[in-house]
């Protein structure tokens, strides 16, 4: 592979923890960066334009679907959504060693078209019920918002199957440290790892007599 930048894309329905999940981690692996993405929603309270979300309107979403900036982009519960290509850029100029993308299936599918090694994790609730309590609990959406992303909740479930994990969020320290062990698990791929075997070969060449 000639780029070993981790792309880990975690998704999950709206209101499983992933927001939660992803802030852990990021204070856990410095090196690591949050993709922000654009979107058509209105910021929340406690959201700050450019480090939650690149909030703007329809109109210059669309131009920049139309000057082919997205690297992904999909409807989600009514707004737009997308991760620019310069966002994945910024990573790399920040000599990050990975990118951590919360979007949602329909990003993840078109992230791994173009980069099948982009790990995917799907984050779930430990029930229903316990979702429809946490996007209340969130208290920050309108209870037609809150209804709304319950209802398109079974549609994202039952795309799991385009992740390569799962984890499910129970008891919240469970599952950040569950999270965390699939980051160390994926930099340890033998793929990542190979330089250091090779360096260590060619050094064992050059010593010897
Ligand atoms: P998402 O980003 O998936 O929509 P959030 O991270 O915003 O979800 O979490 C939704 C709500 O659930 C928040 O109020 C959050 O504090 C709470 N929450 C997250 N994980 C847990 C957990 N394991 N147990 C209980 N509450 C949780
Ligand atoms: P929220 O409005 O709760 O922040 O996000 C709603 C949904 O949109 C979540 O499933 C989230 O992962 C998804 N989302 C956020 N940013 C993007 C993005 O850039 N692209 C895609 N495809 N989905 C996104």
Same mark, same amino acid.
């Given at each position: 592979?000639?780029?070993?930048?981790?792309?880990?894309?975690?998704?999950?329905?709206s209101?499983?923890g992933?927001?939660?999940?992803?802030r852990?981690?990021?204070?856990?692996?410095?090196?690591?960066?949050?993709?922000v993405?654009?979107?058509?929603r209105?910021?929340r309270a406690q959201e700050?334009?450019g480090? $939650?979300?690149?909030?703007?309107?329809?109109? *210059?979403?669309e131009?920049?679907v139309a000057q082919? *900036?997205f690297?992904?982009?999909?409807?989600?519960?009514?707004n737009?959504?997308?991760?620019?290509?310069d966002?994945?850029q910024?990573?790399?100029d920040? *000599?990050?060693?990975?990118?951590?993308?919360d979007i949602?299936?329909?990003?993840?599918r078109?992230i791994k078209a173009?980069?099948p090694?982009?790990?995917s994790?799907?984050?779930?609730?430990?029930?229903? $019920?316990?979702l429809?309590?946490?996007?209340?609990?969130r208290?920050s959406? $309108?209870?037609?918002?809150i209804e709304r992303r319950?209802n398109?909740?079974?549609?994202e479930i039952?795309?799991?199957?385009l992740c $390569?994990y799962?984890?499910v969020?129970?008891q919240?320290?469970a599952?950040?440290e569950?999270?965390r062990?699939i980051v160390?698990a994926e930099r340890?791929r033998r793929?990542r790892?190979?330089h250091v075997?090779?360096?260590?070969l060619r050094?064992?060449?050059?010593?010897?007599p």
């Amino acid at each position: 592979m000639d780029d070993d930048l981790l792309l880990l894309i975690i998704s999950s329905p709206s209101g499983a923890g992933k927001t939660t999940l992803t802030r852990d981690l990021l204070a856990r692996f410095p090196d690591l960066m949050f993709s922000v993405s654009h979107t058509t929603r209105p910021a929340r309270a406690q959201e700050v334009d450019g480090k $939650d979300y690149h909030f703007v309107d329809r109109t *210059r979403f669309e131009q920049l679907v139309a000057q082919a *900036r997205f690297a992904e982009w999909a409807e989600v519960h009514g707004n737009l959504y997308g991760t620019t290509v310069d966002e994945i850029q910024r990573c790399r100029d920040q *000599r990050r060693t990975g990118v951590v993308f919360d979007i949602d299936y329909q990003g993840a599918r078109q992230i791994k078209a173009s980069r099948p090694d982009a790990v995917s994790v799907f984050v779930l609730p430990p029930s229903m $019920d316990e979702l429809k309590r946490r996007l209340r609990a969130r208290a920050s959406d $309108d209870e037609a918002t809150i209804e709304r992303r319950y209802n398109n909740a079974k549609r994202e479930i039952e795309h799991y199957g385009l992740c $390569d994990y799962v984890v499910v969020n129970d008891q919240l320290e469970a599952a950040k440290e569950r999270l965390r062990a699939i980051v160390y698990a994926e930099r340890s791929r033998r793929w990542r790892m190979a330089h250091v075997a090779e360096s260590l070969l060619r050094r064992s060449q050059d010593a010897q007599p």
